[in-house]
């Protein structure tokens, strides 16, 4: 059971639009604590995807962006690509527990 | 280019202990957090523990599944972040990745990580 809830999976046809939520409580995003995003595609290492809830690192398509509320975020990727089928995180700091993970969400594009 | 490159993973006995290194080049080791992240087969990602800077006191955090058992230490002059890993257990069986750390706590730098496998 992760501290940040995202759902197993999201489904979407090519060029379609997905989101991901990310759950959290009072105890990590409701703190004001940032909320960052990490894509896993397989065969590869994590890659930073979203850092300080909606800022995106060099390198990384503007059909990928994130936002945050009280004690939520979401992930939205627009334009969906076949080369974006893989897993996703969210990430946050827990007052309690230090950088917490959500339980990830597999990208599958149809 | 900045680069971690993890070692020192492979098959070792429940019990016993594991040293894994992570060498980075290309960025100013001594001045960033270090951090470790494992994923075991099927699951998701879990965060381990990460050791900050010297001008930030060092500070380590560990998770609570490896508090005790795990210890993260660092070698500034050699551009290495270490994970001591005492008294394995088979569910510490993951890939381990090493990342730097940012201010606000996000994994900018990841390696490629290196398996390792707790069995008798």
């Known amino acids: 059971q992760s501290v940040l809830t995202q759902p197993p999976s999201v489904s979407g046809a090519p060029g379609q639009r997905v989101t991901i939520s990310c759950t959290g409580s009072?105890?990590?995003?409701?703190?004001?604590?940032?909320v960052h995003w990490y894509q896993h595609l397989p065969g590869t290492a994590p890659r930073l995807l979203i850092y300080?809830?909606?800022n995106r690192p060099s390198g990384i398509p503007d059909r990928f962006s994130a936002s945050k509320s009280a004690t939520s975020a979401s992930l939205a990727i627009t334009g969906l690509q076949a080369e974006d089928e893989g897993d996703y995180y969210c990430?946050?700091?827990?007052?309690?527990?230090?950088?917490?993970f959500g339980g990830g969400t597999k990208v599958t594009v149809l | 280019e900045v680069q971690l490159v993890e070692s020192g993973g492979g098959l070792v006995e429940p019990g016993r202990s594991l040293r894994l290194s992570c060498t980075a080049s290309?960025?100013?080791?001594?001045?960033?957090?270090m951090n470790w992240v494992r994923q075991a087969p099927g699951k998701g990602l879990e965060w381990i523990g990460f050791?900050?800077?010297?001008?930030?006191?060092?500070?380590?955090e560990y998770a609570a599944s490896v508090k005790g058992r795990f210890i993260i230490s660092r070698d500034d002059s050699k551009n290495i972040a270490y994970l001591q890993m005492n008294s394995v257990k088979t569910e510490d069986t993951a890939v381990y990745y090493c990342?730097?750390?940012?201010?606000?706590?996000?994994?900018?730098?990841w390696g490629k990580g290196t398996t390792v496998t707790v069995t008798s």
């Open positions: 990342t730097d750390l940012q201010f606000y706590y996000y994994m900018d730098v």
């Open positions: 290309g960025f100013k080791f001594g001045d960033y957090a």
């Open positions: 050791i900050k800077s010297a001008p930030y006191g060092g500070t380590i």
């Open positions: 009072s105890s990590n995003i409701g703190t004001g604590h940032d």
């Open positions: 300080g809830n909606n």
């Open positions: 990430q946050s700091y827990d007052r309690r527990l230090s950088a917490v």
